[in-house]
């Protein structure tokens, strides 16, 4: 499997999720900056953000930004937890599957009403 620095890419031995990305324990700066990377992109102008906005256009914006990065740590934590617990559990084949069939289902919903 393709090495780089700490970072174990496919094959890491789990087989599905568990192996598609293994942390093994050598530079977590690469880490760190690919979740910090991702994280970043996927919450620009997501409604929660647009929603912070407002809160901190009327109320305090320290306890707004205090508030929002607790909130989202604690989401992000729980994420990164039960993404480890499904990972050993769930193959990767089955998650895209149902994935796909969801965003499936999603998709022929809005072809036939409205929001």
């Given at each position: 499997?393709?090495?780089?620095g700490?970072?174990v890419v496919?094959g890491?031995?789990?087989?599905g999720?568990?192996?598609?990305?293994?942390?093994s324990?050598?530079?977590?700066?690469?880490v760190?900056?690919?979740?910090?990377?991702?994280?970043?992109?996927?919450?620009?102008?997501?409604?929660?953000?647009?929603?912070?906005?407002?809160?901190?256009?009327?109320r305090?914006?320290?306890?707004v930004?205090?508030?929002?990065?607790?909130?989202?740590?604690?989401?992000?934590?729980?994420a990164?937890?039960?993404?480890?617990?499904?990972?050993?559990?769930?193959?990767?084949?089955?998650?895209?599957?149902?994935?796909?069939m969801?965003?499936?289902?999603?998709?022929?919903?809005?072809?036939?009403?409205?929001?």
């Amino acid at each position: 499997a393709p090495s780089s620095g700490g970072v174990v890419v496919g094959g890491g031995g789990g087989g599905g999720m568990s192996g598609a990305l293994s942390y093994s324990g050598g530079t977590w700066e690469k880490v760190f900056l690919q979740s910090l990377t991702l994280t970043f992109v996927a919450e620009w102008g997501d409604r929660s953000q647009i929603a912070t906005i407002a809160l901190a256009a009327s109320r305090d914006p320290y306890g707004v930004t205090l508030g929002g990065c607790l909130g989202h740590s604690a989401c992000t934590g729980m994420a990164v937890l039960g993404g480890r617990m499904l990972a050993s559990r769930i193959s990767e084949r089955a998650v895209t599957f149902w994935g796909g069939m969801t965003f499936g289902v999603f998709g022929l919903h809005s072809l036939f009403f409205e929001a």
